[in-house]
């Protein structure tokens, strides 16, 4: 990567689902080490976006290059609304770390660094799914974090969350990037755009219609579009 | 009226003065819905959890099939066992008819289908919930498997409940294939149809005391665990 060849690259991505074109053409290339806040009206593609570029959705058309030479790289996703097993915060990390494959002796040790790096130290025993949202977040948070991914996506990690709890989870989302995981992230949040972006893509109608470093998108955004979003004018669809 | 009273008291007495012959169709009874219940749940369940996952070619027409079964008047089922246990019967040679398992076959037949339909529910339900999250850690099928039937383990507990409640309430196909033989065959259900056609009212309403209390106290313990694993779990 220190050729700063893009980590990932998307060329007219376009992903039909049930008849509609949710990714329309789309082409994007993200540079390593950089945050990357993705917005857009509802039901602009964002989702539909980070799933694919995740491998959740198989592309209709187009192609997602890896690294430009193929690999996959090692990756996570934390969904709006977490999903957890019914075992403790611990043993979701733990379960996570096993299907990864790592080896059984140092994943409780792993488990409770990253539990201890999101600040859920003192609930890792307790069963997960009785913990608050904030902290099923939090632990989700942890469980990609455990993973060391290469490329984090979120989509709408907050959008459930009280302000304080959102408030949390942006500071390990801004520690987990400063680790040097690569993020991809979906916010309605404009405040939280601003304090984690380093680059907005914003989406339209399916299209990546502009990729702008953030300060520069929120005083000159490029385009028309984002300039409604930004003052709030597009309609919701 | 009076005479309904009066049998009530003495179906009472018979309860609680321990009556030989009444114990031991109640032991018989449990003994064998029990057998049915853990043989109809170790087929029902694996067919449940794989109808509910997999998707393969006559998916749907299995899960007709399967809640058709539901629906079978017992008796039917009876039969057909009958048929294929009886002396002329493909299956005669193993001398099974009125016995004690020839009941629980029959049983375990009607267990299967409700266990299997119940499963299907909770694990399809809980596979909607974790799919997208197992897909993105890269969980593969068989954990998958694993995971959703541990995650799920109370519920399906309740499902084993509830096949061994439709073991011990059945009566048609079981007077059919055990033919209700006094001191081998004669489960609760099928001595309360006896004895009230009989006009033995005492035993058949001490039975039916009996029955209605373990149907009670089963869903009291299927419901008991539901909120346990709900407080405890999520
Ligand atoms: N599974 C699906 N089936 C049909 N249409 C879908 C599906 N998922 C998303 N879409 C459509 O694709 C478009 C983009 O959706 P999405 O990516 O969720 O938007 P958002 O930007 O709000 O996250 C929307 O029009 C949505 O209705
Ligand atoms: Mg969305």
Redesign the pocket.
């Known amino acids: 990567m220190a050729d700063g060849a893009p980590l990932l690259e998307a060329r007219g991505l376009t ?1 039909v ?7 329309d053409g789309l082409d994007l290339a993200l540079a390593p080490g950089l945050r990357t806040i ?1 917005l ?12 694919t570029l995740h491998g959740l ?1 198989a592309p209709t058309a187009g192609e997602i290059r890896w690294h430009g030479n193929g690999r996959r790289a090692r990756q996570a996703m934390v969904f709006q609304r977490p999903v957890m097993l019914r075992r403790s915060a611990l043993a979701n990390v733990e379960y996570a770390l096993a299907v990864a494959g790592v080896p059984r002796p140092v994943r409780e040790s792993r488990a409770r660094d990253a539990l201890g790096r999101v600040g859920l130290s003192a609930v890792a025993g307790r069963s997960a799914r009785v913990l608050s949202g904030g902290e099923q977040q939090r632990l989700a948070l942890a469980r990609a974090w455990a993973l060391e991914p290469e490329i984090l996506f979120l ?2 990690p907050t959008a459930s969350l009280d302000p304080g709890a959102a408030a949390e989870v942006e500071r390990v989302v801004a520690a987990i990037a400063a680790a040097g995981t690569r993020i991809v992230m ?1 916010t309605h949040n404009l405040g939280q755009a601003r304090r984690l972006a380093d680059e907005i893509v914003f ?1 339209h109608a ?1 299209r990546a219609t502009e990729q702008t470093a953030a300060d520069r998108f929120f005083e000159h955004p490029l385009s028309p579009e984002a300039e409604q979003y930004l003052k709030g004018e597009l309609p919701w ?1 | 009226m009076f005479e309904i009273l009066s049998s009530f008291e003495i179906a009472l007495g018979l309860i609680t003065h321990a009556d030989a012959e009444l114990w031991g169709i109640v032991w018989l009874s449990i003994e064998l819905s029990v057998v049915a219940a853990v043989i109809g749940g170790a087929m029902g369940l694996p067919l449940g959890a794989i109808v509910g996952i997999a998707r393969f070619p006559g998916r749907r027409a299995l899960i007709v099939v399967l809640n058709a079964m539901l629906g079978l008047p017992s008796v039917v089922v009876g039969l057909v066992f009958y048929l294929l246990l009886s002396r002329a019967g493909p299956l005669g040679e193993w001398g099974l008819l009125f016995t004690p398992k020839a009941i629980v076959i029959a049983q375990a037949a009607l267990v299967v289908p409700i266990v299997a339909a119940l499963t299907r529910q909770v694990i399809e339900d809980a596979w909607a919930e974790y799919a997208e999250q197992m897909r993105s850690l890269g969980v593969g099928t068989a954990r998958a498997v694993r995971t959703l039937l541990w995650d799920t383990r109370f519920t399906l507990f309740t499902v084993g409940l509830a096949g061994f409640g439709r073991a011990a309430s059945e009566v048609g196909a079981v007077m059919v294939v055990g033919g209700n033989i006094d001191g081998v065959t004669r489960v609760m259900t099928t001595a309360i149809a006896l004895e009230t056609s009989k006009g033995d009212l005492p035993l058949a309403l001490g039975l039916g005391v009996i029955l209605i209390g373990i149907v009670l106290a089963v869903n009291a313990a299927a419901y008991g665990i539901r909120e346990w694993s709900a407080r405890r779990h999520g």
Do not use: I, M, Q, Y
């Not at chain 1, 689902?17 to 990714?23: E, H, Q």
């Open positions: 992903v689902l049930g008849g509609v074109r949710a990714l993705v857009g009206a509802n039901g602009a593609g964002k989702s539909v976006l980070l799933r959705v989509d709408e979906t989406l399916g669809k």
